[in-house]
């Protein structure tokens, strides 16, 4: 009994060290990335990734919302490894439901300042980027501009585009002012705006700053890497449009320019976790940032990395000093108080 009972306990380990080396042999692996980012600067740094490591990455595009819900639906059967979106305010919600796992990596802490990283280690960012005012000059002096609440008087009547408030930039932009003024007033300046607007939300925001160009309004809101990409699009009208807007950081003298990040979590049930969690450090190494940098115009997150001349020709600027999941945590108030206001 006990001859028999050694003789399967050899077996076993036998298939388990052949197991092992199995493991070792087929180092093909695949990381599943779920991701709302629309930039084909990501698919370039995913292929530097996959040159480097070997490890495939395997995209899924969608936007946040129907992302979340799928990694809702299918719980710990999902192949995701990492959840990357555009903005963090989603990146916090699907934390709050739980679909993230905490990490700690020294690269990681090292690359990314704490003020853009989740002080559990859910979430952390990969790139920054600034909403600001952008005017066309032929009709607005930049003395003219403040801050985002001076857009709410009567003077840029009929002047004023941003895109519709189903846009989760809005949005953040919209939970940023309840997270420092309060509901009520945060209220009141989506009223002041919508009051104040040009035509009825509509288009992206490349098409808000082409809007200033057609004559259709005098100032637009919208996100500062858009007029970089803008500025080497292969349409010369979208050249002629980086060239001819000027871009003003508002509230330089109180509270900061909005500034939202992208920003990535590893799934709660990630097959690869190890492998996820070399990607996101490999994100924020001084060559993805580079990347992010050059060919997309956003501001990088590792300080070691300088932003394109492009941008910093704009000169620096003041950000709003926010705990960025407080995005997150207004989001649907945001939402709801655009709805009260008629914002489209
Ligand atoms: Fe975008």
Wanted: glycine fraction near 6%; hydrophobic fraction near 40%; aromatic fraction near 10%.
């Amino acid at each position: 009994m006990r001859k028999l009972l050694v003789v399967a306990l050899l077996i076993t380990l036998g298939i388990l060290l052949s197991g092992c080396r199995f493991g070792s042999e087929n180092p093909e692996q695949v990381l599943t990335i779920y991701s709302e980012r629309h930039y084909d600067t990501d698919r370039d740094i995913y292929a530097l990734f996959e040159a480097e490591t070997g490890i495939k990455v395997n995209l899924v595009r969608d936007s946040a919302d129907p992302l979340i819900t799928r990694l809702q639906n299918e719980g710990a059967d999902s192949p995701a490894d990492l959840l990357i979106i555009a903005d963090v305010g989603r990146l916090h919600r699907a934390k709050t439901f739980g679909l993230l796992q905490p990490v700690a990596s020294t690269v990681l802490h090292e690359n990314i300042p704490e003020n853009y990283r989740d002080d559990e280690g859910y979430w952390f960012g990969l790139t920054r980027r600034a909403r600001v005012i952008v005017y066309h000059p032929a009709r607005v002096n930049p003395s003219e501009l403040s801050t985002y609440e001076a857009l709410t008087d009567p003077v840029w009547a009929n002047r004023v585009v941003t895109r519709t408030s189903t846009n989760i930039y809005n949005q953040s932009l919209m939970a940023s002012f309840i997270a420092l003024w309060g509901e009520e007033a945060a209220k009141d300046w989506a009223a002041g705006l919508v009051a104040n607007f040009a035509r009825n939300p509509q288009g992206n925001d490349r098409d808000q700053a082409k809007a200033l160009l057609a004559g259709v309004a005098d100032v637009a809101i919208m996100n500062t890497y858009y007029i970089g990409r803008m500025s080497v699009s292969s349409d010369p009208y979208e050249q002629e449009v980086a060239q001819t807007v000027g871009i003003f950081f508002p509230n330089q003298a109180t509270t900061g320019t909005h500034v939202n990040i992208s920003a990535a979590g590893i799934t709660q049930h990630a097959p690869n976790k190890e492998a996820a969690i070399r990607f996101l450090e490999f994100l924020v190494s001084e060559t993805a940032q580079r990347l992010y940098a050059d060919a997309n115009f956003e501001y990088p997150i590792n300080p070691a990395v300088e932003p394109h001349e492009l941008l910093t020709s704009w000169g620096a600027f003041k950000a709003q000093d926010l705990p960025l999941s407080s995005l997150g945590v207004h989001a649907t108030q945001a939402m709801t108080l655009m709805d009260e206001v008629g914002w489209e």
